[in-house]
């Protein structure tokens, strides 16, 4: 069917308006599914089973004292927060979040932007996200700010090579950097996860590195009194980088689901479009399986593991798939 503007339009809408809700509503599961594999109770009081927490959050970030230090950069600190929670969305923009649908004879397509290098695309723009955290960082006039700005820029430059080396095994098995080619791959062949299992595991820890996502959460981190690049932050614009961390947990989900998972295709009597929701629920809560299994890990060993562990292996993946196709 022929894509409009007004479909493109909607696409876009919905993306935004519901990649924002899951953002709000994952906090609420993360809070539950932590609570339950730690044997305590999550959200409880707010509402029934603490649902009305998700509406409690909010409030408290919208309405929440937004303050800039004194002595920060005040257009670089205001900007930074736009720009995680841009670059987040911007790359949902070239990933099938859900199926073709029409709605009001108006054809909604699976895809914002089909661009032909669809993954590449993808990349980039969670790449450029690095401005963010890093631009936050030094905008705050504040040594701790400063110090979580460094490595950020140095957990996400190793991470993206991971990444990108992880990912082209399966480039060059189907010959395409469109996430459509690679959903019509899965149609007539196995899983890449079958084909490529190195390459999965890659691609998943590089992934929670990008995502800032326990055990690799050192922009952030947790178990520190500060909170790295965000110390200075609160309100709304610290609540814009937890969405643009959110959306890009999304999109690494739904990368994993149609590149290694099968796609949209259908899986035994589930159909196409509730297979496709079902995994990328599996990898969000994988995610959450892991935070509440694995502890933090040394800034040393991370950046060890990155370079001489995760990017030899994906070299190798990649020499071994290309004498094997040329076979």
Do not use: C
């Amino acid at each position: 069917m022929e894509v409009t503007y007004l479909g493109v339009i909607i696409k876009a809408i919905l993306i935004l308006a519901i990649i924002s809700a899951i953002a709000g509503f994952g906090t609420y599961i993360e809070r539950k599914v932590l609570a339950f594999m730690q044997r305590r109770l999550g959200p409880m009081h707010v509402g029934l089973y603490g649902l009305l927490q998700i509406a409690a959050d909010g409030i408290k970030l919208f309405t929440k004292e937004d303050f800039i230090p004194q002595n920060a950069n005040k257009f670089i600190f205001m900007l930074a927060p736009i720009i995680t929670a841009a670059t987040a969305f911007i790359a949902l923009s070239a990933v099938p979040v859900f199926p073709d649908f029409t709605i009001f004879g108006v054809f909604v397509p699976s895809i914002a932007a089909d661009v032909n290098i669809g993954i590449l695309f993808v990349l980039g723009m969670m790449a450029a996200g690095l401005y963010g955290p890093l631009l936050a960082g030094m905008s705050q006039a504040n040594k701790w700010g400063l110090l979580g700005a460094a490595r950020t820029a140095a957990q996400f430059i190793s991470y993206e090579v991971v990444t990108g080396l992880s990912l082209l095994a399966p480039i060059m098995m189907v010959g395409s950097l469109s996430l459509i080619d690679f959903n019509h791959y899965n149609e007539t062949h196995p899983w890449m996860v079958f084909m490529q299992p190195l390459a999965f595991v890659l691609f998943l820890i590089a992934g929670f590195a990008e995502t800032n996502r326990t055990p690799f959460d050192l922009l952030e981190n947790e178990a520190e009194i500060i909170a790295g690049y965000a110390t200075e932050y609160s309100g709304m614009r610290w609540g814009m980088f937890f969405i643009g961390e959110y959306a890009n947990m999304i999109t690494v989900a739904v990368l994993a689901s149609i590149i290694f998972l099968g796609g949209y295709t259908d899986l035994w009597f589930i159909p196409g479009w509730l297979a496709i929701i079902l995994k990328i629920a599996f990898m969000f809560f994988l995610m959450l399986w892991v935070r509440a299994s694995w502890p933090h890990v040394r800034p040393d060993q991370f950046m060890w593991l990155a370079w001489k562990v995760l990017m030899p292996l994906a070299v190798i993946n990649v020499v071994i798939t290309g004498i094997v196709i040329m076979v």
